[in-house]
């Protein structure tokens, strides 16, 4: 059973900066293609962020780019997120997902999700 536990989340002002961070047990994670999606309020869920298993190769949705970055650490079992220069509209729910396509960006391509952890970034 492959689990994931998102951590970091939190409240920040426009302008701010958070980490987050997500582990993944029971399974193989240099198998996975990682990625991190958000959903805010009344929304779909939406790409944010992909990384390939080997970590050489990265893709953003178009509004973080340049903000964000992703990044993983295979000796750790672990992904993340750095968030720069939040936006009250980057406000969501964020979830990180595993999947053995390639660089998928669309949810339904991810096996296993996290619970998910909030992001508020105030004005």
């Known amino acids: 059973q492959v689990q994931l536990v998102e951590s970091g989340g939190g409240l920040v002002q426009a302008g701010g900066s958070l980490g987050l961070s997500c582990a993944v047990s029971g399974g193989t994670f240099s198998s996975y293609d990682m990625g991190w999606f958000r959903q805010a309020p009344g929304k779909e869920r939406e790409f944010v962020a992909v990384i390939r298993r080997s970590g050489r190769a990265t893709s953003y949705e178009d509004s973080v780019m340049d903000r964000f970055t992703i990044s993983r650490d295979n000796g750790k079992n672990t992904v993340y997120l750095q968030m720069n220069r939040l936006k009250p509209e980057d406000t969501a729910v964020y979830y990180c997902?595993?999947?053995?396509?390639?660089?998928?960006?669309?949810?339904?391509?991810?096996?296993?999700w996290g619970q998910g952890t909030q992001v508020t970034v105030s004005s």
């Open positions: 997902a595993a999947s053995v396509a390639t660089m998928s960006t669309t949810p339904t391509m991810y096996q296993y």
